[in-house]
């Protein structure tokens, strides 16, 4: 578990006091990776306390995080500080928390990033990092993954190093998130409750954080009845509770099978649940209803056609990746999970995207 954290509207500001006593020395910097929406946004970037040789690392969020991006980021750190950095501070939604877990794990583990993605992994404790969403929904800043897609997989470094060593939520930062975005992304977390509290893994202590996350959700996105500002805390915590879910439990079919979507057409982790999620009523039949009812309320358009287009040989890479994905489906269907998730009922499935 993350475990310090600070939570309140403007509580960014608390930034260096915080981190100040975690500088090992004046050679050893602390590493912003910030999400490059914030470039020339001064009400966010001055407030980013820089001193001695600290560095501000822009990062575009337009594709999701490789491993190959990782390596790259790491040997740029290694080779423009004297010493081993102080710590690395994320400061974006899950691309960049996640980019940001996995350059502290690698700049303190030899090799690849791709060497550890997988389960446990890891052997030396990262260096100390911090998390600080501006996009509320992935969990990302609770939870024990950083997900990278790497040559061969799209596989999370999954590692009691990972969690985050302090996380400020400040849901100020979230303030110019697009509408469809906050959608697609507060959508992950509603998705995440549903496939954690539906799934044969669940157990009492996923489930108390699950059922909060998914009260939060459908207040959030079914009623009006609270202000702007309060709705962008509840999302906080909603992000959070649904990580926390998650982190003792599983995801599901939403999740198998848009990282497919992802592995083959780069589709983004939020929109690409939404577009699964849409078609899954055999599996969670109310949930999906309720999906419904909340994409019209939003006026959420959700792209169709996505497999319009793709020959046998595409559809099977997006199966592959599904399909390997065994704890997702045992979570969701259960042990013999392998006697109705065929690869036929996939691709129909798919087909339907
Ligand atoms: P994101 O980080 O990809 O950002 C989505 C878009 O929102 C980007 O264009 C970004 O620039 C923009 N944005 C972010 N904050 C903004 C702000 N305050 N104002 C304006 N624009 C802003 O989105 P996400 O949905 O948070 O993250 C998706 C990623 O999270 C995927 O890579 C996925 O694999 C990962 N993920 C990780 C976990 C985990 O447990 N580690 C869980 C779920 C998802
Ligand atoms: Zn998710």
Same mark, same amino acid.
């Given at each position: 578990?993350? +475990?310090?954290?600070?939570?309140?509207?403007?509580?960014?500001?608390?930034?260096?006091?915080?981190?100040?006593?975690?500088? !090992?020395?004046?050679?050893?910097?602390?590493?912003?990776?910030?999400?490059?929406?914030?470039?020339? $946004?001064?009400? !966010?970037?001055?407030?980013?306390?820089?001193?001695?040789?600290?560095?501000?690392?822009?990062?575009?969020?337009?594709?999701?995080?490789?491993?190959?991006?990782?390596?790259? !980021?790491?040997?740029?750190?290694?080779?423009?500080?004297?010493?081993?950095?102080?710590?690395?501070?994320?400061?974006?939604?899950?691309?960049?928390?996640? @980019?940001?877990?996995?350059? &502290?794990?690698?700049?303190?583990?030899?090799?690849?990033? &791709?060497?550890?993605?997988?389960?446990?992994?890891?052997?030396?404790?990262?260096?100390?990092?911090?998390?600080?969403?501006?996009?509320?929904?992935?969990?990302? =800043?609770?939870?024990?993954?950083?997900?990278?897609?790497? +040559?061969?997989? $799209?596989?999370?470094?999954?590692?009691?190093?990972? +969690?985050?060593?302090?996380?400020?939520?400040? &849901?100020?930062?979230?303030?110019?998130?697009?509408?469809?975005?906050?959608?697609?992304?507060?959508?992950?977390?509603?998705?995440?409750?549903?496939?954690?509290?539906?799934?044969?893994?669940?157990?009492?202590?996923? #489930?108390?954080?699950?059922?909060?996350?998914?009260?939060?959700? $459908? =207040? @959030?996105? @079914?009623?009006?009845?609270?202000?702007?500002?309060?709705?962008?805390?509840?999302?906080?915590?909603?992000?959070?509770?649904?990580?926390?879910?998650?982190?003792?439990?599983?995801?599901?079919?939403?999740?198998?099978?848009?990282?497919?979507?992802?592995?083959?057409?780069?589709?983004?982790?939020?929109?690409?649940?939404?577009?699964?999620?849409?078609?899954?009523? =055999?599996?969670?039949?109310?949930?999906? $209803?309720?999906?419904?009812?909340?994409?019209?309320?939003?006026?959420? #358009?959700?792209?169709?056609?996505?497999?319009?287009?793709?020959?046998?040989?595409?559809?099977?890479?997006?199966?592959?990746?599904?399909?390997? @994905? =065994?704890?997702?489906?045992?979570?969701?269907?259960?042990?013999?999970?392998?006697?109705?998730?065929?690869?036929?009922?996939?691709?129909? !499935?798919?087909?339907?995207?």
């Amino acid at each position: 578990m993350v +475990p310090r954290v600070v939570f309140g509207r403007g509580s960014f500001n608390q930034l260096n006091e915080i981190i100040s006593p975690k500088r !090992l020395n004046v050679h050893a910097p602390f590493i912003f990776l910030v999400d490059d929406v914030f470039k020339g $946004k001064s009400w !966010l970037t001055s407030r980013i306390p820089l001193s001695y040789n600290d560095n501000i690392i822009y990062i575009s969020a337009k594709e999701e995080p490789k491993t190959s991006q990782v390596d790259v !980021l790491v040997e740029q750190i290694i080779l423009n500080s004297k010493e081993s950095p102080s710590g690395i501070i994320g400061i974006g939604g899950g691309t960049v928390l996640d @980019l940001a877990k996995a350059v &502290s794990i690698m700049l303190n583990n030899e090799g690849e990033t &791709s060497d550890y993605q997988g389960w446990d992994l890891v052997k030396n404790p990262a260096v100390y990092h911090v998390g600080i969403p501006t996009i509320s929904g992935t969990g990302a =800043e609770v939870s024990r993954t950083t997900v990278l897609t790497g +040559p061969e997989k $799209k596989l999370g470094i999954n590692s009691d190093f990972t +969690p985050f060593d302090q996380v400020i939520l400040d &849901s100020e930062l979230t303030k110019k998130v697009p509408k469809d975005q906050w959608f697609y992304t507060g959508m992950d977390c509603f998705i995440h409750c549903v496939e954690s509290l539906n799934g044969t893994y669940l157990n009492a202590f996923s #489930q108390s954080y699950g059922e909060k996350a998914f009260e939060l959700c $459908k =207040e @959030l996105f @079914l009623k009006n009845t609270i202000s702007h500002t309060e709705a962008q805390e509840k999302l906080m915590m909603a992000s959070w509770h649904g990580g926390m879910s998650i982190v003792y439990s599983q995801v599901g079919v939403a999740h198998a099978m848009s990282y497919g979507l992802s592995y083959l057409l780069g589709t983004k982790h939020g929109i690409g649940n939404c577009i699964v999620f849409d078609h899954l009523e =055999e599996y969670y039949p109310e949930d999906v $209803k309720l999906f419904k009812e909340m994409k019209q309320k939003h006026n959420i #358009q959700l792209p169709t056609g996505l497999c319009a287009n793709l020959d046998d040989e595409d559809f099977d890479v997006m199966i592959n990746i599904a399909i390997g @994905l =065994e704890p997702l489906w045992e979570n969701a269907i259960g042990k013999n999970w392998k006697k109705t998730i065929t690869r036929e009922k996939l691709k129909a !499935l798919y087909q339907k995207m």
